[in-house]
């Protein structure tokens, strides 16, 4: 058993920033009834870092980018994102290495995990993760002065782990309690901290120097941060995490790309388009 955990956190390392991207359209799944459908916010995605969360999911930690969230341009002739791009050799290596380990690794993993684990359960486990961060949300709700979106996550997590486990988004099926994903990116951002230059991370995807110091600070309120932190416990809740999001997502990146003229300027225009909107929210 020891062998296998080992084995799964050496996936969950190389996976550990490949599967945020949060609220999700999911593609080829029927809709579940709304108490099994939490928001789900990002813990990183390698293709759509988004993110939520998350923070809600995604996020990690909390970063959430959707594709719902925003109209694309992905022509690259369109409107370029406002952001500087200095380290453009070092983001399109990355961005390719990320392509490639999504393609070869991160999307056949979770397809197989997908056939084996019906909708309703990856999204009762998405809902899991989605409160377990809970404290990411709740934290920058207040930094950033929303008093009434910081009552409104405590309450869920209270409703949502005393009634459902976790597992069911009773909070918003009974009582219409919406998620209000922050993370310390979007904090940044409210106090006057500009994106800085764009950034793509290995295994964790799209990013900017400010995002990045956020994903820092959110890690230290990840309560799966404290579970014997870089060792293979954590790493592989950390990795079936990702697997998980990353079955509920399938499809996201593939339409991304085939629209684009540029994926790269796509996905980077897109993230950051993303960004600036949760930024003003």
Not at 184 to 208: A, H, R
């Amino acid at each position: 058993m020891k062998k296998l955990l080992s084995l799964f956190a050496v996936v969950a390392f190389l996976a550990i920033g490949c599967a945020s991207a949060p609220p999700v359209t999911h593609h080829s799944d029927q809709p579940l009834p709304n108490e099994f459908s939490q928001s789900y916010e990002p813990r990183p995605f390698i293709v759509l870092a988004a993110a939520e969360e998350s923070s809600g999911k995604k996020d990690e930690f909390g970063e959430d980018f959707v594709l719902d969230d925003i109209e694309i341009d992905t022509d690259e002739a369109g409107v370029e994102a406002e952001i500087a791009d200095p380290l453009y050799f070092w983001n399109i290596a990355a961005y390719h290495f990320n392509d490639k380990f999504y393609f070869w690794l991160l999307k056949p993993v979770a397809q197989g995990y997908k056939f084996v684990f019906p909708q309703v359960v990856r999204t009762g486990i998405d809902n899991f993760f989605t409160n377990l961060v809970f404290p990411i949300r709740f934290i920058n709700n207040l930094l950033q002065g929303k008093g009434e979106g910081a009552e409104r996550e405590l309450a869920r997590f209270a409703i949502n782990t005393m009634f459902g486990f976790g597992f069911v988004d009773v909070a918003k099926k009974y009582n219409g309690y919406e998620a209000s994903p922050e993370d310390f990116g979007q904090t940044l951002g409210k106090w006057g901290v500009g994106n800085g230059f764009y950034l793509i991370l290995p295994l964790i995807g799209p990013s900017t120097a400010r995002d990045g110091i956020g994903l820092a600070g959110d890690y230290f309120l990840d309560p799966v941060s404290y579970v014997t932190p870089f060792f293979p416990d954590s790493l592989a809740i950390r990795a079936a995490d990702t697997v998980n999001g990353a079955s509920l997502t399938l499809g996201d990146y593939e339409a991304l790309k085939k629209g684009a003229l540029d994926p790269y300027i796509a996905l980077r225009n897109a993230y950051v388009e993303s960004r600036k909107k949760k930024v003003q929210e």
